[in-house]
């Protein structure tokens, strides 16, 4: 069989939508075709997407609402350009903020493609630092409550968007606290029980030997690293590193607890990185970048608020 008698899978998402198209690609069952990411298309790319989409035997998807960014980009508009006979598996896209109850993504308006400098995840601390001048509130850490909390309102978060799109449940994932490498970029055992729920979802026979991630974290090469304060509120075990810290002695540890966000080490594409380089970095590119501060305090103004930063 030639690859262009293979039945054809389409995925369209974010890195975690990466993860799978790369699983599919591996396979040799399926021809996978090669899309650019939702955020990155122009009106030129909408023929040919339209064109493969008319061939297209299975689209994997992520919730895309209608006529993003003035395009016909909506995972319901591009479902319709599929043919009748197509499966259609949609996919929530996965966020847990338990382990890193500070750390958020802001796309500013005026540019969406905005990222601060080292690490692109933003820690509200220095949001707030920025915002009001106060940097006393660097040293801020959870107390059990607002963690927990914190933890809570996102697995919540998740079942909400799962319901109101109608996508396959993840949200039964996060009740057991995973040790996620970032707020968007999850462990590879929670990303191998996504992907065998999408094998579920294929039809019947299109997979005779489907593919498995096996010991690597397809999503680790940037880690963040997970406070005392949280894995405490958490109930994770006692003196149980996170991965993304697993080279830090105890004496670190200890400083850590005592210091809050401005200790500790992320990896970043595998390079220890001090968190209180990043956090400096990210409040010199504050003041150097308008509009950036000002929708992260609007967007994330409920969550400021739950882990009493203002």
């Not at 998807?61 to 197509?86: C, E, T």
């Not at 959870?142 to 963690?147: R, V, W």
């Not at 200890?254 to 968190?275: I, K, M, N, Q």
Request: one cysteine or more; glycine letters at 6%.
């Amino acid at each position: 069989m030639t690859t262009s008698d293979l039945p054809t899978v389409m995925v369209i998402g974010n890195c975690q939508a990466d993860v799978y198209r790369d699983l599919l690609r591996s396979s040799g069952e399926v021809g996978v075709v090669d899309v650019r990411p939702v955020y990155e298309m122009t009106a030129a790319d909408i023929p040919s997407l339209h064109a493969d989409l008319a061939r297209t035997d299975v689209l994997i998807v992520q919730p895309v609402r209608d006529d993003y960014r003035d395009l016909p980009l909506g995972h319901s508009q591009l479902a319709a350009q599929l043919p009748p006979s197509a499966t259609i598996v949609l996919v929530p896209v996965l966020r847990y903020a338990g382990l890193h109850p500070y750390q958020v993504l802001i796309r500013p308006p005026r540019d969406r493609s905005l990222v601060p400098p080292i690490a692109p995840y933003h820690d509200l601390r220095a949001i707030v630092a920025a915002a009001t001048g106060d940097r006393a509130v660097l040293e801020a850490s959870p107390n059990a409550e607002q963690a927990t909390a914190a933890a809570r309102e996102s697995v919540e978060a998740l079942r909400v968007r799962e319901q109101a799109h109608g996508t396959l449940v993840a949200s039964d994932l996060l009740d057991g606290v995973p040790r996620w490498h970032t707020i968007n970029h999850p462990d590879r055992r929670t990303l191998a029980t996504v992907f065998d729920r999408i094998l579920d979802r294929l039809p019947a026979g299109l997979l005779t030997d489907p593919p498995r991630i096996g010991d690597r974290e397809p999503l680790g090469a940037t880690r963040a690293p997970v406070e005392p304060a949280v894995e405490c509120a958490l109930g994770l075990p006692a003196g149980e590193p996170a991965p993304s810290r697993a080279d830090l002695s105890r004496a670190d540890l200890s400083r850590a607890a005592a210091t809050g966000a401005r200790s500790g080490e992320w990896l970043v594409d595998g390079s220890p990185v001090p968190s209180s380089a990043i956090i400096d970095a990210h409040l010199d590119w504050y003041s150097a970048t308008p509009g950036v501060v000002d929708e992260g305090m609007r967007r994330h103004a409920a969550r400021i608020e739950m882990l009493g930063l203002r």
